[in-house]
């Protein structure tokens, strides 16, 4: 069974940093591209980041561009996103969620996700 598990979330000021990490189990996680993904209250859930497979193609929503960075290291399974310069709008559950062969921004096209992990941005 395909599990992925987000971690790495909680509470920080503005302009501050948090790393999310998006650990896979079950499956091995070379083959998938990870994409990462958050949902504010009241809001529609929203792709972020998405990396190849092999970790050489990334991209990135206007929203977040030159601000997060998206990682991976096969070895471990585990996809990252480091979040710089914080803003209290970036509140939100974020998720990580697998699928094949390309990368994509649509909730639709992904086939399994995390339970989300909760990032408050607050002063």
């Known amino acids: 069974q395909l599990q992925l598990v987000e971690s790495g979330g909680g509470l920080v000021q503005p302009g501050g940093s948090l790393r999310l990490s998006c650990a896979a189990s079950g499956f091995i996680l070379d083959y998938y591209v990870i994409g990462w993904f958050r949902q504010a209250p009241g809001k529609e859930r929203e792709g972020l980041s998405c990396?190849?497979?092999?970790?050489?193609?990334?991209n990135y929503a206007n929203s977040v561009k030159g601000r997060f960075t998206i990682s991976r290291d096969n070895a471990k399974n585990t996809v990252y996103l480091e979040m710089n310069s914080l803003k209290p709008e970036d509140t939100a559950v974020y998720y990580c969620a697998s699928r094949m062969p390309y990368c994509s921004h649509y909730v639709r096209e992904y086939d399994d996700w995390g339970q989300g992990t909760q990032v408050t941005v607050s002063s």
């Open positions: 990396i190849s497979s092999s970790g050489d193609s990334t």
